[in-house]
């Protein structure tokens, strides 16, 4: 448990949690705020009211039940009791000094009933609170517990909300790693043990933003949840007051007093059932509106999973993904509550636009209304988690977009159709000039009729066919890219979205290959019909046809699929995951081949049209015309062009890969 300046909730501030199974006995009442206060440190949460209370309205159970309990510098058993860290309707937490071992506990005094100790104690993990012993005294249960010096994750997020101006309330763009841990310093106690582990915890956190944060939390979290249920334990009352920091910003799950075995019970047997209405999965709320006992054992794993999606969604947003029930009591409540958590899956990039697309699709799906479309296991959700976070990494560390790569993040699409055609465009220009000076001056009227009639006709056939090939593979890319921005869509699955990244990364291979198939025919076709169909060629026009098609064609081989690789390293791929999981080990696998790539194209880039100039000049007449040195010097000044601007964007692209695969 954690510690800090205690100060009671009420009602109004505190989710109605209910708990207990239904029986034919129930009376209807309805309890409010039945666990303990709210401290600005930490929860401790003990047994709800049972369910018959739920049916009524009745006033919030009295306090007065705690009127026996010890005070502040008493002597409990072996516990020295140093000051309250929070209180409720059925015990207390102190912060005690165990005698016999000389340190520092937080001991939770209830009633004797309930197994929390036998359920915690087989819990073992970082971010779970441990309970190390369990004591009764005097019909009161003790519960020895894991001290943690620091505050929950209810008391942070509200001092950050005052911390914010009003009008940035919604986008909490301002809460980066080091104003989360500033409110923790502020809630938590001056001293603390030095934990070296922890303290990487902290260094971590100050370099995050608010997403990174989110992200981090809710991996290790959900780790823990994992933990937890490998145990077949729930925990079925997840919260932020439930959710405790240590003064280095490590997260830790407490509060297991609701926790019972995820296992079938024996029938008669009286499990502890509740939790916080707030933060329910629709299935437990329907447990407590059915006598059906496979309805109550429908609570399982991933009801968890839905509890903690809820926590993050009001962590991004500032506000719970339903508003239902507010105005309404007991039964009608229950009964508002589930259904409308049944007739849609919240979105928290509509509550708050900064929320990125994969963390989106995250969270929806942790809040979808059918388990068997929710994450399976808390480990699925971990690696979720930490998918999107090292996604949000990359967008960091990504080339600042300019406005070329924000036009571009807006018409994907259009920019890799111009980006594959441009160079093409540019490798007939070379071409027709080319041609022009050095062949069609030299042929009969007949050939060059000839052959203005085939560069129409080619063009004509060759562009569209290409062209139409390009939009083949691209336009299901382009699909995908499209339904995962948008908000409220089911994504497609894992290995369809894997199928699309093969498919994105090979479409500047294809743009290059279409340019091949364009080009490099036309340097055999123009000569030999030509000389079919309008009299013989000598064999000197045959190798200047065959040397432009061929210099024009990796020319626009070399700038498309370099500029193409751009766009879809840059603006598609990074968008093609449905959460991240994996992201990091997956893009080394499917990036491994680039970099090499990337080198030929750069190298391309430059000698290319340099060669080709050399080229012109060892094929060209004895005596130059004025076209002919005009020609040869465009060959030059492009190939320096091009070699500076196949510099540029191959630097571009090796900063897009060290970000993607680093």
């Keep these: 448990m954690t510690s800090g300046p205690s100060s009671k909730s009420s009602a109004s501030q505190e989710p109605t949690r209910i708990e207990g199974p239904p029986s034919d006995s129930d009376r209807p009442t309805e309890s409010l705020g039945g666990d303990s206060a709210s401290s600005g440190e930490g929860t401790a949460t003990d047994v709800a009211p049972p369910f018959r209370l739920l049916m ?44 016999s071992l000389g340190r520092q506990v937080a001991l939770k005094v209830v009633a004797n009933r309930g197994n929390e100790a036998r359920t915690m104690a087989s819990l073992e993990h970082d971010h779970i609170i441990r309970v190390f012993a369990e004591t009764v005294h005097d019909d009161l249960r003790l519960l020895c517990m894991q001290y943690v010096p620091g505050t929950n994750l209810d008391a942070i997020v509200r001092l950050l909300d005052q911390s914010l101006p009003s009008a940035e309330r919604p986008t909490r763009s301002m809460w980066d790693g080091r104003a989360f841990l500033s409110a923790i310093d502020k809630l938590s106690p001056r001293s603390a043990p030095l934990e070296p582990a922890s303290l990487r915890d902290r260094e971590f956190l100050s370099s995050c933003d608010f997403v990174e944060v989110v992200c981090w939390i809710g991996s290790r979290l959900a780790e823990a949840l994992d933990h937890a249920h490998r145990q077949g334990i729930l925990h079925r009352d997840i919260k932020p007051a439930n959710i405790l920091f240590n003064c280095y910003g490590r997260p830790m799950l ?45 609570v399982d794993e991933r009801s968890d999973l839905y509890s903690l999606g809820i926590v993050l969604f009001e962590f991004l947003t500032g506000r719970l993904p339903h508003s239902a029930g507010k105005d309404e009591t007991g039964l009608k409540k229950l009964l508002s509550l589930s259904a409308e958590r049944r007739s849609r899956i919240p979105c928290p990039r509509q509550e708050n636009p900064e929320v990125p697309e994969a963390m989106d699709r995250t969270i929806r799906r942790c809040l979808d209304p059918q388990p068997e479309r ?18 949000r990494q990359v967008e960091k560390e990504l080339p600042a977009a300019g406005p070329i790569t924000r036009l571009a993040h807006k018409h994907p699409a259009m920019f890799v159709m111009l980006l594959a055609v441009l160079p093409n465009i540019l490798g007939s220009a070379v071409n027709i000039s080319y041609n022009s000076i050095q062949i069609v001056g030299a042929l009969e009227a007949s050939q060059s009729r000839t052959f203005y009639r085939l560069l129409i006709g080619y063009n004509s056939i060759i562009y569209p066919i290409c062209v139409g090939i390009a939009c083949w593979l691209l336009i299901p890319v382009i699909r995908t890219w499209k339904k995962l921005q948008s908000q409220g869509r089911e994504a497609k699955s894992v290995s369809d979205l894997a199928a699309m990244r093969r498919r994105a990364l090979a479409l500047p291979l294809w743009a290059a290959g279409l340019s091949c198939v364009g080009w490099l025919p036309g340097g055999l076709l123009f000569p030999l019909l030509i000389d079919l169909s309008a009299g013989p060629l000598p064999s000197k026009v045959f190798v200047h046809f065959l040397f432009s098609f061929t210099i024009s064609g990796l020319i626009a081989l070399t700038y498309s699929g370099l500029a193409v690789q751009w766009v879809v390293l840059r603006i598609l791929y990074p968008q093609l995951w449905t959460d991240g999981s994996g992201f990091r080990e997956t893009a080394r696998q499917e990036l491994t081949s680039l970099d090499r790539r990337l080198r030929v194209w750069q190298f391309l880039a430059g000698l290319i049209p340099l060669a080709g100039a050399a080229l012109i000049v060892s094929v060209g007449p004895e005596e130059f015309s004025l076209w002919f040195r005009i020609l040869a010097i465009a060959l030059i000044a492009l190939g320096m062009t091009g070699l500076g601007l196949g510099l540029l964007i191959g630097s571009r692209i090796q900063q897009i890969l060290v970000a993607l695969v680093a």
């Design 56 to 99: 009524i309205e009745a006033k919030r159970p009295s306090l007065s039940g705690l009127s026996g309990l010890p005070n502040p510098g008493q002597r409990l058993d072996d516990f020295e009791l140093l000051q309250i860290l929070g209180e409720g309707a059925f015990g207390r937490v102190y912060l005690a000094k165990q005698i």
């Design 254 to 298: 407490a509060d297991f007093s609701l926790a019972c075995p995820s296992l079938p019970q024996p029938e008669g047997d009286s499990q502890v059932f509740g939790g916080t209405l707030s933060y329910m999965a629709p299935e437990h709320l329907d447990a407590f509106l059915s006598r059906d006992r496979a309805d109550r054992q429908a």
């Design 374 to 391: 929710r994450y399976q296991t808390a480990t699925e959700l971990a690696h979720a988690l930490e998918g999107c976070r090292q996604l």
